[in-house]
């Protein structure tokens, strides 16, 4: 008889969205007319930039002549892609990070989950909490994090960081010293960013002990503030202990596409061992590459009226952003977030749980969110908006919201 990977059975529950879309999808059945209004996924609603669209219609006529027809990707990416990347989101920035040291993808959440495959067992990983599911998830199916307490919401061997109002969601440099340290920044779920001055102080804090930072800066374009940094290499030193991982889905509407990409520094080594060839090997392996009539779409983002357009599309979200923290506010809840990231991260009001919260505003109001708690046990008694709904449906949500 074939054994299972049985790390996969110590993951309690279900995935977080999954739980969700299951009690929207009972709910809805039992109230058929009732007018549901989802502030809780994280996905867009907007359609993709006219640059976007042009460019796939482009690249799929292409696909009609043998002389222009494509078939498999180069497995780390289009060097054209490449190029637009190294140049907009790294040199423009003054970053030096070199094209071969971009991967190109299909997502994000592909390979924050896959990355901890270049390292070993025996690693500590260190999250904030709330935290991405997706970080802890993955390293316990690799069994990288331990036993899980079903009283704290914890796995033994994971260091969590604490992100909470008192410490202004910026969580404390770890005591005990992790192998393995995610940051998420501006910050799902909390909507946190940092300054470039604390964030130099985690490059150096990896620096001095050995450890690795993986950089999840997914919504990256969403920062409007000038003093925060939109890419971890604008920090000193941080090509030799840290891995950047982007995406298009929130920056551009590709979520349904696909696209996103890694950075994995050459300077960047354990001994001898180079995480960027390993990288590189892995990609050969297991990947296939993004498609290319995605990465063409991909490549007219960077063009002055792809900018332009993509800039507008993220300004449509901030502008929901703006009114859902407004809104709630002077309806008289705390919220935080939602200045430089489209989450806005509030607190349930009379000492409700995450979930007593979800199930209360899905009653009254039909309005769904996300339970904080299911970021991690320090997002008790907090909950999750976004701003990817349409405007219609944002003010109309918030208009429920001043009833309750
Ligand atoms: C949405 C999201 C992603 C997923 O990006 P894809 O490129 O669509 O896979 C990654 N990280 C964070 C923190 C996200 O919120």
Not at 169 to 184: G, N, Q, S, W
Not at 227 to 239: L, Q, R
Not at 265 to 291: C, E, I, V, Y
């Amino acid at each position: 008889m074939y054994q299972v990977n049985t790390n996969y059975l110590k993951l309690p529950g279900s995935y977080l969205f999954s739980t969700i879309a299951k009690k929207v999808a009972a709910f809805q059945e039992k109230n058929p007319d009732k007018e549901i209004i989802r502030l809780g996924i994280g996905d867009v609603t907007q359609p993709l930039p006219k640059v976007v669209i042009d460019a796939l219609h482009k690249a799929v006529d292409e696909q009609a002549d043998a002389k222009t027809f494509k078939g498999y990707s180069p497995d780390l990416g289009y060097q054209f892609l490449r190029d637009a990347i190294a140049k907009h989101d790294f040199k423009d920035r003054g970053c030096d990070i070199a094209s071969d040291e971009i991967f190109v993808s299909d997502g994000a959440k592909s390979d924050s989950g896959n990355i901890q495959e270049l390292f070993s067992e025996d690693n500590v990983i260190a999250v904030t909490d709330p935290v991405y599911p997706v970080y802890v998830d993955s390293n316990v199916m690799a069994g990288r994090c331990g036993n899980y307490d079903p009283n704290t919401g914890m796995w033994d061997r994971v260091v969590y960081m604490p992100s909470t109002a008192e410490n202004g969601f910026v969580p404390e440099l770890p005591e005990k010293t992790p192998d393995i340290i995610y940051l998420c920044l501006p910050n799902n779920p909390t909507g946190t960013t940092l300054k470039k001055a604390e964030l130099q102080k985690w490059v150096d804090y990896a620096n001095q002990k050995g450890s690795i930072i993986i950089f999840d800066a997914a919504y990256e374009h969403y920062i409007s503030s000038p003093d925060v940094p939109h890419s971890i290499y604008e920090c000193e030193g941080a090509k030799n202990c840290c891995i950047e991982i982007r995406s298009f889905s929130k920056t551009a509407g590709f979520t349904g596409l696909r696209l996103g990409y890694t950075v994995v520094p050459k300077s960047l080594k354990s001994g001898d061992a180079s995480l960027h060839d390993m990288w590189a090997r892995r990609h050969g392996t297991k990947f296939n590459g993004a498609p290319y009539i995605v990465q063409r779409a991909g490549e007219a983002i960077f063009s002055e009226e792809g900018q332009k357009e993509i800039d507008e599309l993220v300004g449509y979200y901030m502008e929901n952003a703006r009114i859902i923290r407004e809104g709630l506010s002077s309806a008289g809840f705390t919220c935080f977030g939602g200045k430089d990231a489209p989450y806005i991260w509030m607190k349930t009001p009379d000492n409700m749980s995450s979930w007593e919260f979800f199930d209360y505003l899905l009653e009254k109001i039909n309005v769904v969110g996300t339970p904080g708690s299911g970021f991690g046990p320090s997002g008790e008694g907090y909950f999750r908006l976004t701003a990817f709904g349409t405007h219609e449906n944002t003010k109309k949500a918030i208009e429920r919201f001043k009833t309750l």
